[in-house]
């Protein structure tokens, strides 16, 4: 594609008035304007033909194949001219609306030896499969009269993935802090629920422990060990619906919520337990049955992160009656999800009772800072006094329901999203220690 720069407009405009006075004026010359215009067309029909020509550019795209989400990551864009190479060129990648470009898509470009290279900054916003699939290369011609560009097609595939970088750098240091836990049986009196063996009572131990049908029998205080349970299992039950794909600081609560639970699958897969996924909006999504060894981790990882994102209203009287009828054997529930009005919390309230019969479940608050920060503000106009009002509105309802489940029996963790992943891990393993589970 060839068209008109800036200058040749310019030019343009300038000459036409020109034309137009020397006609006026002297009527016998009238064709010099015509002429002026003539050149002008001349001389844009010569850029055109002089320089690159546009089957001499090649433009290469780079990129890091697979991200996480939220990570901000470089497309690298070389520019390579087989002949007549210009001094610079501008080239522009595909919009997508999974990512976006932190200083946009387009970017001017150098050459030497008639080729260079340039970055675009990006960040990802949410999770799934970003095509670019078509890119821009443009440069001037010799007399920067005329454009020159074509539309190379990229096919660039790019895989945004859940964050998983917490589970790198703190689950690993989590574990190592509490491996004493659940990884090889430990024979500590008092320290688990499992029955391990008999040995002699010695002073410093726990008294409850002394089995007294044995010590008859011994004619002596003989005492019980424990050990840590393992192979518990652990629900991760991730609400993917309208309310959790709201925006928090930037990304979606969901893709908080499944960095927060892969982390913590981490931790438990480390620790023998098992791990599952359940993912749910208006009915349920994913459902998958407990795993266990740390290998087993890539699969939570490719389910997670096909958990899509939905506008649909959550159903939380479907899902937890669906779950509850999935489990056969008490387990600790975590259910990552979002309570937006009394209405629907009361829903979810009234089923959550037979889970709470047989397992322990679980909640994971994130607190809407956005939501604080209007109720604490003070307010300057009318529309800031309505603002404060409404979030003071809705912070009390979310106080009320999380009231409500202490009520019913429920754990629930209060965090931010920054911090969300190590306080549910410690919440997991401090329930282990407690043997809830």
């Keep these: 594609m060839i068209y008109p720069t800036r200058r040749l407009v310019l030019l343009a405009a300038v000459i036409a008035p020109l034309a137009l006075v020397v006609g006026i004026l002297v009527p ?27 089957c001499s550019a090649e433009l290469i795209c780079r990129g890091p194949g697979s991200v996480s989400v939220g990570a901000v990551f ?4 070389e520019i390579r001219f087989a002949r007549s190479a210009p001094g610079a060129a501008e080239a522009a990648v595909d919009e997508d609306p999974l990512i976006e470009a932190l200083h946009g898509h387009r970017c001017r470009i150098a050459l030497a030896d008639g080729a260079g290279s340039a970055s675009l900054a990006f960040t ?5 499969t970003a095509r670019l699939e078509h890119s821009w290369l443009r440069w001037r011609g010799p007399l920067g009269l005329i454009w020159k560009q074509k539309r190379p097609a990229l096919g660039e595939v790019l895989l945004i993935t859940p964050d998983i970088r917490p589970v790198r750098t703190l689950g690993a240091q989590m574990l190592s802090r509490d491996s004493i836990h659940g990884l090889i049986a430990q024979r500590q009196a008092g320290e688990g629920a499992e029955f391990d063996s008999l040995t002699e009572y010695r002073p410093g131990m726990d008294r409850r422990s002394i089995d007294w049908k044995q010590s008859a029998r011994h004619t002596g205080l003989i005492a019980k060990e424990y050990r840590t349970e393992r192979n518990n299992h652990i629900v991760l039950a991730l609400d993917s ?18 960095s927060a639970a892969l982390m913590t699958a981490f931790v438990a897969l480390k620790e023998g337990d098992r ?21 087993s981790f890539a699969l939570l990882q490719r389910l997670a992160a096909g958990l899509d994102y939905s506008a649909s209203e959550t159903n939380y009287t479907l899902a937890l009656t669906t779950l509850a009828a999935g489990l056969h054997r008490r387990s600790l529930i975590v259910v990552f ?16 009772g037979a889970l709470l019969k047989r397992h322990l479940v679980l909640f994971i608050v994130l607190r809407d800072e956005e939501l604080e920060s209007l109720a604490a503000r003070e307010p300057r106009e009318v529309d800031d006094v309505t603002r404060a009002v409404t979030a003071a509105a809705l912070l009390r309802e979310r106080r009320l329901v999380v009231t409500r489940l202490r009520h019913l029996g429920a754990q629930i963790v209060e965090t931010d999203h920054d911090h969300a992943g190590p306080a549910l891990v410690g919440a997991y393993l401090e329930l282990k220690r407690r043997n809830a589970l």
């Design 124 to 128: 990802a916003r949410r999770r799934g």
């Design 337 to 352: 999800t979002e309570f937006t009005d009394t209405v629907s919390a009361e829903l979810m309230l009234n089923a959550l």
């Design 241 to 258: 619906g309208r309310a959790m794909c709201e925006p928090l600081a930037g990304l979606p609560r969901i893709d908080r919520a499944v």
């Design 275 to 295: 791990v599952g996924l359940f993912g749910f909006d208006s009915r349920p999504r994913l459902s998958s049955s407990p795993v266990s060894g740390g290998r």
């Design 28 to 54: 016998a010359y009238w064709f010099a304007g015509l002429a002026l215009l003539a050149f002008l067309l001349a001389l844009a029909g010569a850029d055109a033909l002089t320089g690159a020509a546009l």
């Design 74 to 77: 470089e497309i690298e864009l």
